[in-house]
């Protein structure tokens, strides 16, 4: 609480934010729910989750290119404001029975746009208002709220489609609201102003961060692994949750399994910090054993049937995740501030793509699902092992009061911006 108290407008934001995350993770969970319940068309319910991961990439993208070149404290507001007129169209949709996919195909996209825009834009922001040696601290936090949301957002989504299909789109709209009237003190805050000097073309943009990873080991290696990671634990939930609402489970049991990863990573982020103090670990090595866990309790989670286990295992993948935090963290104090929004934001819309294909996937091969075809989605899990074991530059970082003397030893002498890109030396 001391952090935030120091931190005034990562505050703000911070809080902000946990509204507008709330309704999305809420929207988020009961959106295939309501769909598969209302039609039982599983290959249109496949297209949507396909169409909003699709939509989540471009967003991330384009709210990284906004960071670096506009107004972050205006373009927070731009798509902040504009969800939750999409999430009204939503329930109009719901009341009226139009459940269309070339009708909501088009609408779900905006939406998962807009919150994966200011999502980006949020992270580049309290990039900027906080110091590098708190920042793996407040991102922490961010990951805990994200946990909260995960947890407290199907629960709440369950319920509401529960007794109205519309009800959570309608809530998620009000929180919505109530995120952005709380982030108003923001408006004013300079240091989320344009960049002076920033101001190159979309194209350069993107073509600067792909630039950027094709001169730096450490952010190509980064954002494979970020990219790989997510293809296990989404295509497990992926099938389970496809499959139980095409059973007619009702909607606050399938909730259950969203319900267990909050659950699994609030206690993550509260006992995995305590832990961390007592026994360190560098970033790199840490980030090993939690992937090289994840991936074998996927497999448990395929060969154990029990429903109540599967929940047990899900918190448990959840409340590991926590230890690769400063890997990321590591990553956004490497990268300099102005270019925090093109590779920050391909980083992370490079782990966003991966929802793209386990959607449409577990949709298409639902009927016929085995074990195999799970454990073909975990085995990236096992790539990424092998990647951050073979980068000693990721592997080896230190504990964070060292992060700037390392961070300058691996850019070496080429340094990071100089004649419009990125180098270092991998060996340390």
């Known amino acids: ?245 095409n059973a007619e489970v009702a909607p606050w049991l399938i909730s259950s399994l969203p319900v267990a990863v909050g659950l699994g990573g609030i206690a993550g982020s509260i006992v995995v910090p305590i832990v961390l103090k007592k026994y360190p670990l560098r970033a790199g090595h840490s980030t090993l054993v939690v992937m090289a866990a994840i991936a074998v309790l996927c497999v448990l989670m395929v060969v154990i049937p029990a429903w109540a286990v599967r929940l047990v295992l899900v918190a448990l993948i959840a409340a590991l995740a926590p230890l690769a935090n400063p890997l990321f963290s590591f990553v956004m104090a490497y990268v300099p501030p102005e270019r925090q929004g093109r590779d920050i934001s391909l980083i992370s819309a490079l782990n966003l793509l991966p929802g793209v294909v386990t959607g449409p996937v577990a949709a298409a091969l639902l009927p016929s699902m085995g074990a195999g075809t799970i454990l073909v989605l975990a085995a990236p899990m096992l790539i990424s092992v092998v990647l951050l074991l073979v980068t000693p530059a990721l592997r080896n970082i230190p504990p964070t009061d060292e992060w700037a003397g390392y961070i300058a030893g691996l850019r070496g002498k080429g340094g990071v911006g100089e004649q419009g890109g990125m180098s270092e030396r991998d060996d340390v």
């Open 1 to 245: 609480m001391r952090l935030l108290q120091r931190w005034s407008t990562a505050r703000i934001i911070l809080i902000a934010f946990t509204f507008s995350e709330f309704g999305s993770t809420m929207a988020g969970f009961a959106l295939p729910i309501v769909y598969i319940a209302q039609t039982h068309n599983l290959a249109g319910a496949g297209l949507l989750a396909g169409v909003g991961a699709a939509a989540m990439f471009v967003g991330n993208l384009v709210g990284g290119l906004i960071a670096d070149a506009r107004s972050k404290r205006v373009f927070l507001f731009v798509f902040g404001c504009a969800d939750p007129v999409f999430e009204i169209a939503l329930v109009l949709l719901i009341v009226r029975g139009a459940f269309a996919p070339a009708v909501w195909a088009p609408l779900i996209a905006l939406m998962f746009f807009c919150n994966a825009a200011e999502g980006s834009i949020e992270s580049t922001s309290l990039r900027l208002v906080v110091d590098e040696a708190e920042l793996a601290a407040i991102m922490g936090l961010r990951q805990t709220r994200a946990y909260l949301c995960t947890f407290l957002g199907p629960v709440a989504g369950g319920v509401l489609a529960s007794i109205n299909p519309a009800l959570p789109f309608g809530v998620t709209a009000v929180t919505g609201v109530i995120g952005m009237l709380i982030l108003l003190p923001v408006r004013r805050e300079e240091r989320l102003a344009r960049i002076e000097g920033s101001a190159e073309s979309k194209v350069d943009a993107i073509l600067g961060g792909l630039s950027d990873m094709r001169h730096s080991r450490v952010l190509l290696v980064a954002a494979l692994i970020f990219f790989f990671v997510p293809f296990a634990l989404n295509g497990v939930l992926d099938v389970f949750t496809f499959g139980l609402a």
